[in-house]
């Protein structure tokens, strides 16, 4: 049974990504108008607001990812998408290990990619990571008590530190 995806047209897409702005956007569909021949990524691409390979993967593959049940790791989706290359997701990957700070907000945080483009991509294809942290298996909450995230020992110092100070030490103004 062939099934019929609704898509959303190309344009639309890069804009809800975060890779063009609405303006950009309106700029190429002017454009469009006077140069039928010439697809919108082309023209976006002219205009050098985006890559070939990104609109091609936003044009011809994104529709059938997010309709997958299988998924790849993140990192394999921008990569596809030509936001990122094989050695910053090797980079991304060897700090995640050092910080355990999740694969997206790493890419964000090194400017490879914007908030929203990570929030796209996490809605369209992991929707049920977008609330998480951004720390890998991040447990602790507010109602916690501090012992039972910070080890003991750090405790004992921090106890250390305050049971030094003396009052006499502190100049009052009158």
Known sequence: MNIMF???PLGEVLCEAGLISKAQLEVAL???ANYQEMKIGEILNYRGWIEVPTADFFAEEWSGFTQQKEKY???F???KAA?????????????????????GSLA??????KQQTLDFFLGNLFPQEVDKSSFIDAKITVDEEPSNYYS???LDASETIFEEEDDDDIVWVD
């Open 6 to 8: 609704k898509t959303k």
């Open 30 to 32: 002017y454009d469009r």
């Open 73 to 75: 790791p993140l990192g």
């Open 77 to 79: 989706y921008l990569q």
């Open 83 to 103: 936001l990122i290359n094989k050695e910053q997701v090797g980079s991304i990957l060897q700090e995640q290990n050092q910080t355990s700070v999740r694969f």
């Open 108 to 113: 964000v945080l090194k400017g490879l990619i």
């Open 152 to 154: 003991q020992a750090q």
